[in-house]
């Protein structure tokens, strides 16, 4: 089993940076891409980035690309999501998953990711 803890969300405005964390621990998952996905109330769950274990591949939903980053730490057990110039349709519940397979074949995909953590709120005022 795996966990995933997010950490880093909070109230900004728009036009402010915001950097969240996503430590893994538990069964090995060396190898195996990780995400960021979203969620805003009233819609459904939607990809934000990707990056492959190496962190040499990283992927980006369109209304992020330019403005956010997706990297991963020396131990590679942690994830980062820094997000600059945030508007208020960013304004959701972030939440970090692991991917179910070591392919980065349906990597935008919630249904290709099989641990997640409970998410951390970004609000992004005007």
């Known amino acids: 089993q795996v966990q995933l803890i997010e950490s880093g969300g909070g109230l900004v405005q728009a036009g402010d940076s915001l950097r969240l964390s996503c430590a893994a621990s538990?069964?090995?998952?060396?190898?195996?891409?990780m995400g960021w996905f979203r969620q805003a109330p009233g819609k459904e769950r939607e990809f934000v980035a990707a990056?492959?274990?190496?962190?040499?591949?990283?992927y980006y939903a369109d209304p992020v690309k330019g403005r956010f980053t997706i990297s991963r730490g020396n131990a590679k057990n942690t994830v980062y999501l820094q997000m600059n110039s945030l508007k208020t349709e960013d304004t959701a519940v972030y939440y970090c998953?692991?991917?179910?397979?070591?392919?980065?074949?349906?990597?935008?995909?919630?249904?290709?990711?099989?641990?997640w953590g409970h998410g951390t709120q970004v609000t992004v005022s005007s």
């Open positions: 998953a692991l991917k179910t397979t070591k392919s980065i074949i349906g990597i935008t995909s919630t249904t290709s990711y099989g641990s």
């Open positions: 538990g069964r090995t998952f060396s190898d195996y891409p």
């Open positions: 990056i492959t274990w190496t962190g040499g591949s990283t």
